[in-house]
């Protein structure tokens, strides 16, 4: 099926610097991109989306960046603390089929060092 | 508070047996999912439905069913459970349009 491919799936960085991870996908005709975060035990939750109309947004110590042309989204984790440590997974929709629903990477764990 | 609500929250099954995982939903959206996460995999699509009466397969649906008896609930169904279906299983909800899904508590199944 469709995918959304997504690295690095480990990060590790020190507190205070930047943590990036990238996404590719693979339908044209997506036009929402969420990212969620994942702490242990939790269920995934959405920090930060951008539409196709923008190329980036920040939120909070947050930026994405849309290229919509390569086909790649990507998010940056500016200043890193140690509680921005989880699981984060990118997600794209709609997929090719048309239907709406999202496409997930695989997921980035991310450890943020003190 | 909208929310997503799924049941139960831990579960340890025989295999063979029957599994029914449950999810209910206040937020009135039209569509609801089923995921499974496990670790390497990220979130597996299982079945969707569009509304009541609904059901779809998503990317993984071998050995499971899924019933949309109203808009509030959907089920995911484990006829004969196997231990290969040992997972982290997550509901969600999200609207029509494109934006961001709500997302369940998550069942932890266990099939020995």
């Known amino acids: 099926g469709e995918q959304v491919e997504q690295l690095p799936s480990i990060l590790r960085v020190q507190e205070g610097s930047s943590a990036s991870i990238n996404c590719t996908y693979e339908?044209?005709?997506?036009?929402?991109f969420p990212w969620y975060k994942q702490e242990p035990g939790e269920n995934p939750k959405l920090i930060i989306d951008i539409r196709s109309n923008m190329e980036r947004k920040q939120t909070q110590g947050l930026i994405v960046l849309l290229d919509k042309k390569a086909k790649r989204f990507s998010l940056h984790i500016t200043d890193t603390q140690p509680g921005d440590s989880a699981m984060y997974f990118c997600a794209a929709s709609p997929s090719s089929s048309g239907s709406w629903q999202l496409i997930f990477g695989s997921g980035t764990q991310l450890t943020v060092m003190p | 508070e909208a929310a997503v609500t799924q049941s139960p929250r831990n579960k340890v099954a025989v295999t063979g047996g029957k599994v029914t995982l449950s999810c209910n939903q206040t937020?009135?959206?039209?569509?609801m999912y089923w995921y499974r996460q496990d670790t390497g995999h990220g979130l597996r699509l299982i079945h969707y439905?569009?509304?009541?009466?609904?059901?779809e397969k998503g990317d993984i649906p071998d050995g499971y069913k899924a019933s949309r008896p109203s808009q509030e609930n959907f089920s995911l169904i484990l006829e004969l459970a196997t231990p290969s279906q040992t997972s982290v299983y997550f509901c969600a909800s999200g609207d029509n349009a494109n934006s961001d899904y709500t997302f369940g508590s998550g069942t932890r199944l266990l099939v020995i």
């Open positions: 439905s569009y509304g009541a009466g609904s059901t």
């Open positions: 937020n009135n959206h039209n569509n």
């Open positions: 339908n044209s005709a997506s036009n929402y």
